[in-house]
């Protein structure tokens, strides 16, 4: 069983950038696909981000060219690198396998203020 823990959140301006990283617990995290996922208030959690094996990357329409994910497969960690934040980006955010997650972490909460 994978145990993630995310964090990097916090409160930025738009315009601003953070970068969140999530460390994966257990040997599987090297052989699967990882994924950035995001909940707002009240609404469904829904996929940001994915990368397949070290460089096969999937963005939503949403953050395409300005959020970049990555991995290192020896620290077992994925990152996303948020540039040009906006509010809509308001969320908590969550690592997890992809494209079928397993038990969820408590994410890192990231505000964006106008």
């Known amino acids: 069983q994978v145990q993630l823990a995310e964090s990097g959140g916090g409160w930025v301006q738009a315009g601003g950038s953070l970068s969140l990283s999530c460390a994966a617990s257990?040997?599987?995290?090297?052989?699967?696909?990882m994924g950035w996922y995001r909940q707002a208030p009240g609404k469904a959690r829904n996929l940001v981000a994915s990368?397949?094996?070290?460089?096969?990357?999937y963005y939503v329409p949403s953050v395409e060219g300005r959020f970049t994910i990555s991995r290192d497969n020896a620290r077992n960690t994925v990152y996303l690198q948020m540039n040009g934040l906006k509010p809509e980006d308001t969320a908590v955010y969550y690592c997890?396998?992809?494209?079928?997650?397993?038990?969820w972490g408590q994410g890192t909460q990231v505000t964006v203020s106008s």
């Open positions: 997890n396998t992809y494209p079928v997650p397993t038990n």
């Open positions: 257990g040997s599987v995290f090297s052989s699967n696909a």
């Open positions: 990368i397949i094996g070290d460089s096969t990357t």
